[in-house]
T-cell receptor, first 116, second 111 residues
């Protein structure tokens, strides 16, 4: 296991289309996070899961966005009816939990979405 | 989580120490200082964290002032590969990683 894997790395889509991204976390990590990053800005938190439960959603996560982690392993982030403002890098991260453990997040390389 | 203030950019000569400051004057007693960096086109990478004592690992040193209102990340011998955006974040250890990154400091290491 070499780290957090995201697919695809790049996606170009036409406005109004739906897109889905996948994230495979580090296998023993039960927490999984999605972030969005626009040019010149730091990553912004979108949502996180502990196992299959989605525990927190940012106000940035509009109704057009949905994230799932059905079996507590990989996760998908879907954007429906994409808009040009959705163009960004979408980052996935994972971390372990447990007393005494380092719980730092490990990030994937991201999926760069361009909406034309 | 408390907010942080960092300079937008810094330059450092290759081989010299890079000292990146961070102000976190509203930090709470149970909040740690974390540093991440993001090299161009990659995801953020964890560097180091600390509560009140100075910390050192293979990547960097972290110096936290006695009043904990500010800290400095030190890269002892900067290389060109250290060119990145460095983010200072304060958060409760063990909490969910809904990290607030801010805009960070863009460090450029100059040959």
């Amino acid at each position: 296991d070499t780290g957090v894997s995201q697919d695809p790395r790049h996606k170009i889509t036409k406005r109004g289309q739906n897109v889905t991204f996948r994230c495979d976390p580090i296998s023993e990590h039960n927490r999984l996070y999605w972030y969005r990053q626009t040019l010149g800005q730091g990553p912004e938190f979108l949502t996180y899961f502990q196992n299959e439960a989605q525990l927190e959603k940012s106000r940035l996560l509009s109704d057009r966005f949905s994230a799932e982690r059905p079996k507590g392993s990989f996760s998908t982030l879907e954007i429906q009816r994409t808009e040009q403002g959705d163009s960004a890098m979408y980052l996935c991260a994972s971390s372990p939990t447990g007393a005494g453990m380092n719980t730092e997040a490990f990030f994937g390389q991201g999926t760069r979405l361009t909406v034309v | 989580d408390a907010k942080t203030t960092q300079p937008p950019s810094m330059d450092c000569a290759e081989g010299r120490a890079a000292n990146l400051p961070c102000n976190h004057s509203t930090i709470s007693g149970n909040e740690y200082v974390y540093w991440y960096r993001q090299i161009h086109s990659q995801g953020p990478q964890y560097i180091i964290h600390g509560l009140k004592n100075n910390e050192t690992n293979e990547m960097a040193s972290l110096i936290i002032t006695e009043d904990r209102k500010s800290s400095t990340l030190i890269l002892p011998h900067a290389t060109l590969r250290d060119t990145a955006v460095y983010y200072c974040i304060v958060r409760v250890k063990g909490g969910a990683n809904n990290l607030f990154f801010g805009t960070g400091t863009r460090l450029t290491v100059i040959p």
